[in-house]
């Protein structure tokens, strides 16, 4: 008698993939996006660019068809470095089963992001983004299912803790891993130019150079993050402002809205409910 095998999936109560497409033929301009985070995973894959991806302190320079995960919350901003057309797909997962998603949010905070395929598994991804669309363009909702599972397979077998990242010069590798690790303490640029004895304008200009925004905003950016995950842990508006480094209230309540189009509490309130 032949052997007999037998498995079970965890349930999976809420399968829930949200993705979009952008095949289009014009040329985007160099410009980066801005520094955002989201609740769910995200996995971006580049069809076709000259792209760079900033995850935390790190920089991943991509090839077409490499991809990057971030996790929820996980701060990040896409980088398009020159004059070209920009085609992706992005996938956002509610990532509450470990057993599908463990392999994906497994990695440190700006750790781990670039997902590199050979070029075989790239060949049968693009297949399968080809699949995708088709699914898409009829509604076969549960070929949408399979095809997403197939994505998720052939890309877990490629994720690493030991990506590799874009060189930084070492003074800005320093002031990120500074932000990354004191972000709460730190109340503006003039500590960063302090404690590391640099000059107003050339700070600006790596972040420009390298990151494509100001370190202001990129010490913002950290700090809201850092407060997402405070509310999400049901601390209320006024420690969760206080725990991430800001000290006024009203100011923090501004960013927050400005950034998320919604106010602390109300943000609070929603992952309270959907819990």
């Known amino acids: 008698m032949s052997d007999i095998f037998n498995f079970k999936i965890p349930a999976i109560p809420d399968y829930e993939v949200s993705y979009y497409f952008s095949n289009s033929e014009s040329t985007h301009s160099e410009h980066a996006y801005p520094f955002h985070m989201h609740d769910a995973l995200e996995i971006y894959i580049l069809l076709e660019g000259d792209v760079s991806f900033a995850v935390g302190s790190s920089l991943y320079k991509l090839s077409e068809g490499d991809a990057v995960i971030t996790r929820p919350n996980e701060m990040h901003n896409c980088i398009l470095n020159s004059d070209f057309t920009h085609k ?22 700006g750790r781990g992001n670039l997902i590199s395929p050979d070029a075989e598994a790239k060949k049968e991804l693009s297949s399968l983004y080809g699949e995708l669309r088709e699914a898409t363009d009829s509604k076969d909702t549960q070929r949408q299912f399979y095809i997403t599972l197939q994505i998720l397979y052939v890309l877990r077998k490629f994720v690493s803790t030991e990506s590799s990242t874009q060189s930084l010069p070492d003074a800005l590798a320093a002031i990120l891993l500074d932000i990354d690790e004191n972000f709460r303490e730190i109340k503006g640029i003039e500590d960063i ?39 999400r842990e049901g601390k209320n508006v006024l420690d969760a402002c206080m725990e991430a480094g800001f000290s006024d209230c009203s100011n923090y309540i501004r960013l927050f809205r400005n950034h998320f189009s919604m106010t602390p509490r109300q943000y609070r309130n929603e992952k309270k409910n959907n819990n």
């Open 88 to 109: 992706h797909l992005c996938l956002w997962f509610e990532c509450g089963s470990a057993f599908l998603f463990g392999d994906f949010i497994s990695h440190e905070f």
């Open 193 to 231: 130019i302090s404690r590391h004895f640099i000059s107003r304008s050339t700070l600006n200009r790596l972040f420009r150079e390298y990151l494509q925004t100001t370190p202001k905003k990129y010490i913002e950016s950290k700090k809201l993050s850092y407060s997402r995950l405070m509310l």
